[in-house]
């Protein structure tokens, strides 16, 4: 009678716990800030049964299952239990006491790994952004790569223009200056005989003055100052 009683509890438990050998692939969806609650989604068996045998079906279970166990000497009470019970509460205790903080501890160290390591990363991804937004604008200066061929044209060719002015301006002044000192060596040359043939002239007419003609055209010169001297007192 105990034997088949023993059978029938644990096919009963069997088939309690098959949920949970059946989920037990299914990760916790426990949000960051609730993420130490994973035994509330880790075992959703243990939810259904609670949710079928009321708030204190739970504790009964658990009551006669430490019963069964114990009964069958498959959990044995002794020192060591005891103690094994003990390490477990001050362990829970402990954990519930110091996991905030050093959580909160290990986070920051996390974020601070993380970050030192990604940030070569960013600066990574912020060079290749620069190189992208280069080629971007190389690719946009394409389009205007006539215009810009037509530009450079113009340019050349005005400062060809520019240079060919400016030689020709080069040459016509120094063409004007040889024209202009041609015109000075003539010029030149021409008052030179000019002065030669006025000095010969004046030479040849002073030599054909006698001293008659030259003592005569005195004395003619004298009366004609004379008589104008009369003619404006005369007048006056």
Same mark, same amino acid.
């Given at each position: ?8 509890? &644990?096919?009963?438990?069997l ?6 050998? /059946?989920? +037990?692939?299914?990760? *916790?969806?426990?949000? @960051? %800030? ?19 045998a ?33 390490m ?20 920051a160290e ?5 970050? &030192? ?10 060079? /290749?952004? +620069?190189?992208?937004? *280069?080629?971007?604008? @190389? %690719? ?7 215009e ?28 004007k ?6 015109i ?14 006025c ?10 003055i ?8 005195l ?18």
């Amino acid at each position: 009678m105990l034997s088949r009683l023993a059978v029938r509890q &644990s096919a009963m438990m069997l088939q309690v716990f098959r949920p949970c050998v /059946l989920s +037990q692939h299914n990760f *916790s969806l426990s949000t @960051a %800030k609730d993420k130490y609650s994973w035994h509330r989604t880790a075992w959703p068996a243990w939810q259904m049964y609670k949710d079928k045998a009321g708030s204190s079906g739970a504790s009964i279970m658990i009551a006669g299952a430490a019963a069964y166990l114990i009964s069958k000497e498959i959990m044995v009470v002794n020192d060591e239990f005891m103690l094994l019970i003990l390490m477990s509460a001050v362990g829970y205790n402990l954990t519930k006491a110091v996991a905030g903080s050093v959580g909160k501890a290990l986070d920051a160290e996390r974020s601070t790994i993380l970050e &030192s390591m990604n940030q070569g990363k960013y600066n990574q991804i912020a060079s /290749l952004k +620069q190189v992208i937004d *280069s080629h971007k604008e @190389a %690719k946009d200066a394409l389009k205007y790569q006539e215009e810009f061929f037509d530009i450079i044209k113009a340019n050349n060719e005005m400062k060809q223009e520019i240079a060919y002015r400016s030689n020709l301006h080069e040459v016509e002044s120094e063409v004007k200056k040889r024209l202009d000192y041609q015109i000075d060596m003539q010029k030149l040359e021409l008052s030179i005989e000019e002065q030669h043939v006025c000095s010969w002239v004046e030479q040849k007419v002073i030599a054909s003055i006698s001293p008659k003609q030259e003592s005569d055209a005195l004395n003619q010169c004298i009366i004609d100052l004379n008589l104008l001297a009369e003619g404006r007192a005369v007048s006056a």
